[in-house]
């Protein structure tokens, strides 16, 4: 069995700070055989960098994935063909950077991690998330059985299909996105752990890790506002997926939550 820790997205300079703590004084990480953590706002809450990417590698993460907001950022040019960063499998042909990758565990065991973008509500002009996983299952079908799915998307009746269609095919399908945890996490009935939303890791009293008040103006006055990362208290949400090495099937998810932390 394999023990797996995945992050929900990573809200700016409070959420790294907040995923540092938690790894390396709240849980023991070494538990765990692959730590992979949602970055694509680590950049001042929408982006990535390679300064910000090299800091979460250094709390323990291993594999980062992406989304909507993956060349939100310039910086990204200098990150973004990393071999632990996975941007969403169903950019079109020529998008720079990988839809997926694989990492072997501490003792040997590789696992594949996919990212995927949803279409509704994000970027129209994806191709569809179902038939590139499919196309890509197809292609490593004989290289491994467990595979990770990060689903970057944003309606839940998207995600939820989604966990339904891979049921069976892979090891999870854990969504991302929306920042608010969601108490669905389960084991679908052919053997895939699922999850609507995971969570984030960032400023707990915010709006989905923004500050309140341009939240507030933008939806009061209907005038675009600067939006900026919210400080204080942070929150982490995570989940633990539990895995049959020999099948792939996941035998566990639990959520991890921890909140008010000062950083």
Do not use: W
């Not at 995945?6 to 703590?21: A, L, N, Q, S, T």
């Not at 950049?43 to 590698?57: L, W």
């Not at 191709?127 to 059985?145: G, Q, S, V, W």
């Not at 891979?166 to 699922?194: C, E, F, M, R, W």
């Amino acid at each position: 069995m394999i023990k797996i820790l995945f992050i929900g997205d990573i809200i700016g300079e409070p959420g790294r700070k907040c995923v540092d703590y938690v790894l390396n004084n709240k849980i023991n990480k070494e538990e765990y055989d692959l730590i992979i953590a949602n970055g694509e706002n680590l950049a001042g809450g929408k982006g990535i960098s390679k300064s910000v990417f090299e800091e979460v590698v250094n709390s323990g993460v291993s594999i980062v994935t992406l989304g909507n907001h993956s060349f939100s950022r310039k910086e990204a040019e200098e990150i973004i063909n990393h071999p632990q960063v996975v941007r969403p499998l169903n950019y079109p042909e020529g998008v720079p950077g990988q839809g997926y990758c694989f990492v072997k565990t501490k003792n040997g065991v590789e696992v594949c991690v996919v990212n995927l973008l949803g279409r509704v509500f994000t970027i129209e002009c994806l191709d569809c998330p179902f038939r590139t996983i499919n196309k890509l299952l197809e292609k490593i079908k004989d290289r491994t059985k467990i595979i990770v799915v990060d689903f970057h998307a944003e309606v839940s009746s998207e995600k939820n299909a989604l966990g339904y269609f891979l049921d069976g095919k892979v090891s999870a399908v854990l969504g991302t996105h929306t920042h608010v945890p969601t108490a669905d996490a389960k084991i679908l009935p052919n053997g895939t752990a699922y999850i609507t939303d995971v969570g984030m890791c960032g400023p707990q009293f915010s709006v989905i890790g923004l500050e309140i008040e341009t939240v507030l103006k933008r939806f009061l006055y209907a005038i675009p506002q600067k939006f900026n990362v919210a400080k204080g208290l942070c929150q982490f949400n995570a989940v633990e997926v539990y895995i049959d090495e020999k099948t792939g099937n996941s035998l566990q998810v639990r959520q991890l939550l921890f909140e008010n932390i000062k950083i």
